[in-house]
């Protein structure tokens, strides 16, 4: 069957953070040089599309998000050769490239900033956004960490604005000139063939011209299903403005010209009609954006039953969803679960099936377990903002202030460092068995990497999985989630047991089992479900 539809609406993204992947050189820091000598390694487990956190020229303060030359490859992961090696041997083995960049803001050590600061009357001043003070501070934004926004400048008596942390200074895009230079990053990278970008806190990019101070809000913390309102403030005007809407749709059409059809997935937060702002009215924004609903799962057939239902119903074709259970600022989802590989199964099925586009973070596939850092020796700037609030209190507040702890290197064997590197690892590697690593992994065969190994090529293969709508279906048992998948003439029904008992469903009639796992098994024409087991099957429509 021929796929027509676009490739970035059918692929599956894997996330590699660079420091943690592979190292090469016994330095500590993963590096390209590494990663590409896991690559044979990415295309068995069968990713279609990688996703790199930054690894361009940085200081290192926000771990490559505070970048100093957009163009450049910082020595710790390489050179630019190696780079453009890499690139050409990811697209040899069929794979894509998807790169982070980072527009909303510049490390405080870029060219543009030092020229920025070091006059009112410099040619970059307005390539940043500088005010002058009033009751000490132009007003009262507060960034997305909880701290002021406005950092003062000794040098030139005002402030500049950073929407993150305070060396991460906002580019300002009602500057003609900041667009031109930006876009000129972007040319860079496509001309090297790269076939798309992550972009980062997209959602900041455009801040009220006015600065009006933010209204008052009555919560502290920000939810799941509320980003916009923290820290004792509603973010009405620096977070999710109209022009950002449409800078998204520049963007899109900016990029559309370049032969791979690169494709834009934005980090943003809101509801989901401000998540369908950034795609557009006609789909002519973003492709897509990450939905972050999966992270904050509740292990429950109803909570995916109704997301499912709610993504059908907010985000119909042509937008396409995304599943994504983790990240490099998040904890990690195993953890979640309680180490219950079952569990993982069981969801990582959902990831993969569900109509839209799946998102694996390094290690998931092994189950890669969280660390236990704390806050006080945390290398996270976050961390150390928050050192002295105990590791326990803030797991208890369900808030996330060391990323150390889901960006511990790769498990790859029970060699010295888990084979990530030959010397001492930037984080600690921590405890861990053969049966946690890659290699003990691969031998056995119902893993939860061989799982994955299994979803990755299933969904890879199948045109149904990539292509077709879906709907949810009533099952016999309430802790069973089944939905199928419609293509022309072929379904594929998924069948997912959330629960400890057992479950048996009928059988469609003709139905192929594709997979199956956990313990699920066919007899006498039922699907027999385990507690926390599942099944594939594909049949044809009678015409």
Known sequence: MENKMEWWKQTSIYQIYPWSFQDSNGDGIG?????????????????????????????????????????????????METCDRLIKEIHKRKMKVVLDMVMNHTSDKHPWFLESKSSKESSKRDFYIWRKGKNKKPNNWISMVG????????????????????????????????????FGVLDFWLKKG????RLDIFNSIYKDESFKDNPFSF??????????????????????????????????????????????????????????????EKADGLNLVFQFELIH???????????????EREFPAPFTPTYVLGNHDQRRYIDRLGGDLRKAKVLSAFQFLARGIPVVYYGDEIGRQEGRISNFLGKDPIAKMNRFVPLFLS???????????????????????????????????????????????KKKENSLWNHYRSLFHLRKGNSVIKEGNLETKSSSHSDVLCFERKLKEKVVVVYLNFGEENGKEPIPKGSKLLYKFGGADVKGGDLQLVGHSGAVFEFGLRK
């Open 31 to 79: 590096d390209l040089q590494g990663i590409l000598g896991r690559l044979d390694q990415i295309q068995d487990l069968g990713v279609e599309t990688i996703w790199f956190s930054p690894f361009y020229q940085s200081p290192g303060q926000d771990f490559g998000y505070d970048i100093s030359d957009y163009t450049s490859i910082d020595p710790r992961f390489g050179t």
């Open 147 to 182: 701290t002021p926004g406005w950092n003062y400048d000794k040098s030139t008596d005002e402030f500049y604005y950073s929407n993150f942390l305070s060396f991460q200074p906002d580019l300002n895009y009602r500057n003609p000139k900041v667009k031109k230079e930006m």
């Open 194 to 197: 790269v076939d798309g970008f």
């Open 219 to 280: 919560r502290f913390f920000p939810t799941p299903d509320n980003h916009d309102e923290a820290f004792f403030q509603k973010k009405q005007y620096n977070l999710n403005l109209p022009e950002s809407f449409q800078f998204a749709k520049e963007v899109r059409k900016h990029i559309s010209k370049y032969k791979q059809k690169p494709f834009l997935v934005g980090e943003v937060s809101g509801s989901d009609s401000v998540l369908k702002s950034f795609l557009g």
């Open 297 to 311: 799962f509740e292990y429950k057939s109803k909570f995916f039953i109704d997301l499912l239902e709610k993504n």
């Open 395 to 441: 797991n208890l507040l369900g808030i996330y202030i060391n990323r150390d702890n889901c960006r511990l290197p790769m498990l790859w064997d029970d060699s010295n460092e888990a084979g990530f590197t030959t010397g001492k690892s930037w984080l600690p590697v921590g405890k861990f068995k053969i049966s946690d690593t890659v290699s003990g992994q």
